[in-house]
């Protein structure tokens, strides 16, 4: 079963823009809680990174590389992240990936999305 589903992912020209989204299950929240979302950013043959974060509050956390040009915002009643790209560049090429780690009162664990393509063209 699904537990977080990824959208908005494509093809954009250099400088263009791109909004994802990642909705989360009632599952996930029915085993426990939700503090911390964020998108992570993977190129073949290097190792994933993490590219902006976002708690429960509204406190954020980006790569310096997307700074200023990325927004991460969230929808608690909705369970839902997206990430605003603005100024797309050739770079920022890469399959998303959400990132879910949930608590409970058994343990807890991390969910990832399955992700999604993001191509910016030259």
């Known amino acids: 079963q699904v537990q977080l589903v990824e959208s908005g992912g494509g093809l954009v020209q250099a400088g263009g823009s791109l909004r994802l989204s990642c909705a989360a299950s009632?599952?996930?929240?029915?085993?426990?809680?939700?503090?911390?979302m964020g998108w992570y950013r993977q190129v073949p043959g290097k190792q994933r990174e993490l590219v902006a974060s976002?708690?429960?509050?509204?406190?954020?956390n980006y790569a310096d590389s997307v700074k200023g040009r990325f927004t991460i915002s969230r929808d608690n009643a909705k369970n839902t992240v997206y990430l605003q790209m603005n100024s797309l560049q050739p770079e920022d090429t890469a399959v998303y990936y959400c990132?879910?780690?949930?608590?409970?009162?058994?343990?807890?664990?991390?969910?990832w999305g399955q992700g999604t393509q993001v191509t910016v063209s030259a």
């Open positions: 009632e599952y996930i929240t029915s085993i426990g809680s939700i503090d911390v």
């Open positions: 990132n879910v780690p949930w608590v409970g009162t058994s343990g807890g664990g991390v969910y």
């Open positions: 976002i708690t429960r509050g509204g406190s954020t």
